[in-house]
């Protein structure tokens, strides 16, 4: 797919939380002596944080890099999978907060960990479209898991921003996207159940390899392309061995594909997780690199994404916060400080 206008990323701004917890202190409270699989640790939201919080951290660092007055943007989009509102949206919130109130569209999107993405194909096509010149999509969330359940181990919390204009103010070029969406039960949760529960055995095969690999191929082939044409690759990161395994599926380098990284230091921050990657690439990324950037949600669907980064990245990028900053600023907590900040076992007033 792609628009009839040029568009592409004119900002962008990522957000991840200071605090971390390893997964061996998790091991330590509820498997005392037993192996926890991936060695990792994930950040933690403090206990003034949640998933409005971190969105707005991001965005603010969006509408720095892009350089475009809030005001101007006419759709604030975001996707999450932890909104701290059943019935009120996150996202008018957000909007208020950078100031692009209110002449603007605003509208929370799901779709479990691709909710960011998906919200990112509809900034595309609205700005494509000339119904508006700016368009923000958000990914943003906190970890949600059973106390003791494996996803404790390692899923996390952050947020990221994308802001869709015209592609001459672009800092990456889009040049296709592809959609790729199946029935396939691997995680949910149903309405007032607290936590997700997973379809274990749909999880790998059925559910993360085949759609990611089905967008992929699908995109490059639209486009004509081959891994060998693109500079880097970021697969959604759940854990740090799925998104090296399927890029070689693909038929990437090791050295092509955007480490895990991210899964490793932060957890899996579900709707962000593949936003993360993606604007850590961009932190990275030279003038003329060309980025595939591959989502997942369970449920399941994937979106594919190609961008060719232009010179204005090597002016834009910097002055906000870039995604290695985030991480290197990282303070450990305990198993009962994180419980206290998340409200594991019951909220306390903080």
Same mark, same amino acid.
Request: net charge negative; no cysteine.
């Given at each position: 797919?792609?628009?009839?206008?040029?568009?592409?990323?004119?900002?962008y701004g990522a957000y991840v939380p200071r605090f971390r917890i390893t997964a061996a202190e998790v091991a330590r409270v509820w498997k005392p002596g037993q192996p926890f699989g991936l060695k990792t640790e994930k950040s933690v939201p403090g206990p003034d944080e949640d998933t409005v919080t971190i969105a707005i951290e991001a965005a603010r660092n969006a509408v720095y890099r892009a350089q475009v007055p809030p005001a101007e943007i006419k759709a604030v989009w975001v996707g999450t999978e932890s909104k701290p509102y059943a019935v009120k949206p996150t996202s008018t919130i957000v909007a208020e907060a950078i100031g692009a109130t209110p002449e603007v569209s605003a509208a929370d999107w799901e779709f479990a960990c691709k909710a960011g993405t998906e919200a990112l194909q509809a900034a595309i096509a609205l700005v494509g479209s000339e119904m508006a010149n700016y368009a923000m999509a958000i990914g943003a969330d906190?970890?949600?898991?059973?106390? +003791?359940?494996?996803?404790?181990?390692?899923?996390?919390?952050?947020? !990221?921003?994308f802001i869709v204009g015209p592609a001459a103010e672009s800092l990456a070029?889009?040049?296709?996207?592809?959609?790729?969406?199946?029935?396939t039960p691997d995680f949910f949760r149903r309405?007032?159940?607290?936590?997700p529960e997973h379809g274990h055995r749909f999880t790998g095969e059925p559910a993360y390899f085949k759609h990611i690999t089905g967008a992929a191929q699908a995109l490059m082939a639209e486009l004509g392309y081959g891994p060998q044409d693109f500079a880097m690759a970021v697969f959604h990161q759940p854990n740090v061995?799925?998104?090296?395994?399927?890029?070689?599926l693909? +038929?990437?380098k090791k050295e092509q594909?955007?480490?895990?990284?991210? !899964?490793?230091?932060?957890?899996?921050t579900y709707a962000a997780a593949t936003m993360l990657g993606f604007t850590a690439a961009l932190d990275t990324a030279k003038p003329g690199d060309r980025i595939l950037c591959v989502s997942y949600g369970s449920g399941a669907g994937s979106d594919a994404f190609s961008f060719v980064v232009t010179g204005a990245i090597t002016t834009r990028r910097d002055g906000a916060p870039k995604v290695q900053e985030y991480i290197a600023r990282k303070k450990m907590v305990d198993y009962a400080t994180y419980a206290r900040y998340t409200g594991r076992f019951g909220k306390q007033d903080t």
């Open positions: 797919m792609k628009p009839k206008r040029d568009v592409g990323i004119v900002g906190v970890a949600q898991s059973r106390p +003791g359940d494996p996803l404790e181990y390692n899923t996390g919390a952050g947020g !990221a921003a070029v889009l040049e296709g996207s592809y959609s790729y969406v199946t029935d309405q007032l159940q607290e936590f061995k799925f998104p090296e395994r399927v890029g070689q693909l +038929g990437f594909i955007m480490p895990g990284l991210l !899964a490793g230091v932060i957890g899996n």
